[in-house]
T-cell receptor
Framework: EAQVTQNPRYLITVTGKKLTVTCSQNMNHEYMSWYRQDPGLGLRQIYYSMNVEVTDKGDVPEGYKVSRKEKRNFPLILESPSPNQTSLYFC??????????FGPGTRLLVL | QQQVKQSPQSLIVQKGGISIINCAYENTAFDYFPWYQQFPGKGPALLIAIRPDVSEKKEGRFTISFNKSAKQFSLHIMDSQPGDSATYFCAATAGNQFYFGTGTSLTVIP
């Protein structure tokens, strides 16, 4: 089954404790992206990647890091999480310029 | 600054009615305008999309109307059904960057 998977689905952490949210797709897509979804703000793009070792900032990259060492994986790293990063995070993938397929989301709470 | 402005924030429609959601943008570099549907606890899923060289696209009960000169586009859901109750997001892309509207929560009353 073609899909985008994210782990963990739910995460509670404390301020300053580094965390990684994993994202993997099995569709051989070149393009992958991370979004955060907040009430009243919709989805905002954090980072995107056009291929292995090629990443770029989206609209709200501050406080986040990404890497793309393999085509199928695109982890999101929060080096020092803060409460304002409490949000619902989505990973998405697509062939370049085509439909994005979204993962199921990761709900993060930073205390 | 919101690149894509979406309205209304919420919408209640009777079963069988027409649901209309509107979006507006300013950046003329946008070249792809998708609409996504999101059910609670799920990720957004593509519903229908249009490119700016087309003024209308219809897929089943869903239609996008696109007005390039006004920089506006809208989603029309004909014969709305309770199963259409979800949050709808418009979006616009320029190159590899995607910008989403703030979402419309649609409730279709039986």
């Amino acid at each position: 089954e073609a899909q985008v998977t994210q782990n963990p689905r739910y995460l509670i952490t404390v301020t300053g404790k580094k965390l990684t949210v994993t994202c993997s797709q099995n569709m051989n897509h070149e393009y992958m992206s991370w979004y955060r979804q907040d009430p009243g703000l919709g989805l905002r793009q954090i980072y995107y990647s056009m291929n292995v070792e090629v990443t770029d900032k989206g609209d709200v990259p501050e406080g986040y890091k990404v890497s793309r060492k393999e085509k199928r994986n695109f982890p999101l790293i929060l080096e020092s999480p803060s409460p304002n990063q409490t949000s619902l995070y989505f990973c998405a993938s697509s062939l370049r310029g085509q439909t994005q397929y979204f993962g199921p989301g990761t709900r993060l709470l930073v205390l | 600054q919101q690149q894509v402005k979406q309205s209304p924030q919420s919408l209640i429609v009777q079963k069988g009615g027409i649901s209309i959601i509107n979006c507006a943008y300013e950046n003329t570099a946008f070249d792809y305008f998708p609409w996504y549907q999101q059910f609670p606890g799920k990720g957004p899923a593509l519903l229908i999309a249009i490119r700016p060289d087309v003024s209308e696209k219809k897929e089943g009960r869903f239609t996008i109307s696109f007005n390039k000169s006004a920089k506006q586009f809208s989603l029309h859901i004909m014969d709305s059904q309770p199963g259409d109750s979800a949050t709808y997001f418009c979006a616009a892309t320029a190159g590899n960057q995607f910008y989403f509207g703030t979402g419309t929560s649609l409730t279709v009353i039986p």
